[in-house]
């Protein structure tokens, strides 16, 4: 009773720090961020897809050159190409910016940015990526002006083009006046439609950073492990590119309610009005301070979490060390009180570290065999039946976590039970190749899991004993974490040491006292709050079932004193079993039901390809399509079979249509005087982007796009000049209609093979696809004609 009591007052305060704030209504005081206020702009923006070149772009480009206008901000549109390279792809194209000053008192200070991206993706209205941080930006402005002139210009940079791979963030840090004024960056993230907004990011040496940003911020949600992750993953926001040009700032997000993630059902409506209103919680006051006083001081990193939300804790990495040590004096604290009370043997200190593994093993093995057991695959779009509903698949991974924690606690508890962990551990690994084929980490986790239990749990282990041994196992992970990310570490040493603490108190657990179980009860329903948090994020974030082994281990800490509160038996094993069963139920569920509904409706993508030199026409889907879709596809008659979309290189379901009167791409290859060969397309204004592939059978170097040397910028900040090794295929993705002039060299250039794809925004073909159910929505190019061509070589 009293663990379940716990777990439930844990999850009360991991919701109510979750939880979005409500939105301010437009009637408070003009100095105070309001999300009603910005709604205006979220609505008149994010009416209907924008995305680069679009019609629905200009108008929203009007729209906000109006309101930067009406703030006082003398908007400047800035025009240019622009383009990156990442690996053998190059993306570019004509982009717009919106950049507009409030002055300030000393125009010679270093400003400070305000940065937000206005276009979205194709399909997808895009009211929380971004029009929600181009809102929350105006209305952060317009805050700011209740205050009188800034001690510094304050920027607002409005980019274009962000979702065709940074185009905007590239042409403003590359070559606009204005980014050398520059001194401060907050940009303006979403991936979802909620959540609490976090800041997430930040360049090196952010000491001063973290402090500014604490000071100001209300309600903070920041740690430092979000920052050490995020410089570890392959996403990539406008900031990164500030960051690539020695710019230093602030990357704010919220990520909740991924569904609505560049997805068509981004709409304002949609979109939780209270994570805005915590996005300007946050952004404004710090805003507010930096433009009134100084800029933030470079620093050293430092390790700082904050606190649900209520206060933040920094400190120079290297104090982590004394939260470690300070951690092992409680163990040894906790240690000695339990010896003092009763039985305390080294043997069961071993079982317990032992048990530790199992812990790890077991919650690995069940967390990816509940994962695969709901059928559902790997990748965004194939991911999205769990995210329509990710309250049950997110339940569903917490009922299978704490079921390893409660065989574990009942194992140990009652003993003699080496056969039965062993064979379950084992079982739930070796299941998980049973959905979707082998799966070797959730093997490995089931052949560890089988050996840790055959040598740990052959007889009952005290309780005391074997919570120090998970303590000093934890102890030693977390001393690890310390010496090898030390500003990451806090999110795992913290709860360590709130655990360590709770022996210490209760002499692991041997103690009587009410007063120290009520004590205990607290702090365990803080570390459950705050492991909460963690695995809410790890599911939310990262399609990564593993990732939940860590606050399920940590966790075990807190719930080991309470579930062996009882003494001898096995209190743990039937109420793991229960779980373990509910969450299997859960994953029958997600498998066997229909996820799609009017809110939450299948993606479908049909699109018109025609070959004009072969006189063939397909209608395609370049997602897998449902019988709605097949019937799109087949309703010329034509049956389904695979389809090589050559450059995409991806084959997708299509059925054979009609040839309506199309031409590819308007593009050329000739030769330059110095021996070089130029690829040249002309603008068009009907084509949404131009896809190009390009392979020779020698070196292609020396690549440059008007004029200019096209350079690989990996997120590391290293640049290298474009290459392809012989007969490597390398693609550009030109956008929003403009044209190209591309040269390069290569020994041979009549090995050249270059194939299009020229995409329009319109369905060219004769017979339309016709409504789509409520239950379906037009995903990224549905709706649009793919026609194929190649250039011939001179």
């Not at 991206?117 to 895009?126: A, E, L, Q, R, T």
């Not at 310390?482 to 709770?502: I, N, R, S, Y």
């Not at 018109?608 to 596809?633: E, H, I, M, N």
């Amino acid at each position: 009773m009293a663990l379940a009591a716990c777990l439930a007052a844990g999850f009360v305060a991991f919701y109510l720090s979750a939880a979005t704030p409500a939105p301010r209504s437009a009637r408070i005081p003009d100095a105070e961020f309001s999300a009603v206020r910005a709604f205006t702009d979220i609505r008149a923006i994010a009416s209907t897809p924008h995305p680069i070149g679009s019609a629905a772009h200009e108008q929203a480009r009007d729209y906000l050159i109006g309101r930067m206008t009406a703030l006082g901000l003398s908007p400047r549109v800035a025009s240019a190409d622009s383009f990156e390279a990442r690996g053998h792809l190059i993306t570019g194209g004509r982009v717009t910016n919106l950049i507009g000053i409030l002055k300030g008192r000393d125009p010679k200070a270093p400003a400070l940015a305000l940065m937000a991206h206005y276009d979205s993706v194709p399909g997808s209205p895009g009211a929380a990526d971004d029009a929600a941080g181009v809102a929350s930006i105006l209305e952060t402005v317009r805050t700011l002006k209740t205050h009188g002139a800034p001690k510094r210009d304050v920027l607002v940079v409005l980019t274009d083009g962000e979702e065709a791979g940074l185009l905007g963030a590239q042409a403003f840090f590359n070559t606009d006046p204005a980014a050398a004024h520059v001194g401060y960056i907050i940009n303006l993230e979403t991936r979802g439609g909620g959540g609490r907004a976090a800041m997430f990011e930040t360049a090196g040496d952010n000491g001063g950073d973290i402090e500014a940003f604490t000071k100001a911020a209300k309600r903070p949600d920041s740690n430092s492990l979000s920052v050490y992750i995020y410089k570890h993953l392959p996403n990539d926001t406008d900031f990164t590119v500030a960051k690539q040009h020695g710019k230093v700032g602030l990357n704010f997000a919220f990520i909740g309610r991924q569904f609505d993630y560049h997805s068509p059902s981004s709409t304002p409506e949609a979109l939780d009005l209270g994570s805005v209103q915590h996005m300007g919680d946050e952004v404004a006051p710090t805003a507010l301070a930096l433009a009134m006083g100084p800029l933030p001081t470079r620093a050293p990193d430092v390790a700082y979490s904050d606190v649900f939300g209520l206060t933040t804790i920094s400190y120079p990495p290297a104090v982590g060390w004394a939260v470690v040590l300070a951690t092992a004096v409680l163990i040894v604290v906790g240690a000695a009180g339990a010896r003092r009370a009763g039985p305390f043997s080294l043997l069961d200190i071993l079982r317990g570290c032992g048990t530790s593994v199992y812990v790890i093993a077991l919650s690995g093995a069940l967390l990816i065999l509940a994962r695969r057991a709901t059928g559902v695959g790997v990748g965004f779009v194939a991911y999205r039946p769990l995210l329509a509903r990710f309250p049950t698949f997110e339940v569903m991974m917490l009922c299978a976590a704490l079921a390893a924690l409660l065989f574990a606690v009942g194992f140990s508890a009652r003993g003699r039970s080496r056969r039965l962990a062993g064979g379950l551990a084992l079982g739930a690994g070796a299941a998980a190749s049973v959905f979707g084929g082998f799966d070797p980490v959730g093997l490995g986790f089931g052949v560890v899991g089988l050996a840790a239990g055959l040598v740990i749990f052959d007889r009952p282990a005290g309780p005391a004993a074997t919570w120090t041994g998970l303590l000093l196992m934890a102890l030693m992970a977390a001393s690890a974490i310390q010496l090898v990310a030390p500003t990451a570490a806090v999110v795992f040493v913290w709860p360590v040491a709130v655990a360590a603490l709770a022996s210490a108190l209760s002499g692991a657990g041997a103690s009587r006292s009410r007063v120290v179980k009520a004590l205990v009860f607290l702090l365990a329903a803080s570390v459950f709050a705050w492991l909460g948090n963690i695995f809410h994020l790890m599911m939310e974030g990262l399609d990564l079932a593993v990732l939940g082994v860590a606050p399920a281990w940590l966790a075990v800490l807190m719930i080991w004193p309470m579930a062996r509160s009882g003494g001898p038996g096995d209190p743990g094993v039937k109420a793991g079993a229960a779980l373990a069963v509910a969450a299997a139920v859960l994953a029958a569920y997600l498998h066997l039901t229909n996820p799609w509904t009017a809110r939450h409706p299948q993606t479908a993508e049909p699109v018109y390809v025609a070959s004009p030199a072969d006189g063939r026409a397909w209608r395609a889907s370049l997602v897998p399509p449902d019988a709605w879709a097949r019937g799109v596809l087949c309703a010329e008659g034509g049956s389904i079979a695979p389809l090589n979309l050559s450059p995409l290189g991806d084959a997708v379901a299509a059925a054979p249509a009609a040839l309506a009167h199309v031409s590819p791409a308007s593009a050329s290859l000739s030769r330059l005087p110095d021996g070089g060969t130029v690829l040249a397309m002309a603008p068009n204004a009907d084509a949404s982007r131009v896809i190009f592939s390009i392979t020779a059978r020698t070196p292609v170097d020396a690549v440059a796009i008007d004029g200019r040397p096209v350079v690989t910028t990996p997120r590391d900040g290293t640049a290298a000049p474009f290459h392809l090794a012989a007969g490597e295929t390398g693609y550009v993705i030109w956008r929003a209609g403009a044209g190209l002039s591309m040269t390069f060299k290569t020994a041979d250039p009549t090995s050249l093979t270059v194939r299009t794809i020229f995409v329009s925004p319109r369905w060219l073909a004769a017979k339309p696809v016709g409504p789509y159910p409520l239950a379906e929505q037009p995903w990224d190019l549905a709706g649009s004609s793919l026609i194929l061509g190649a250039v011939k070589v001179p």
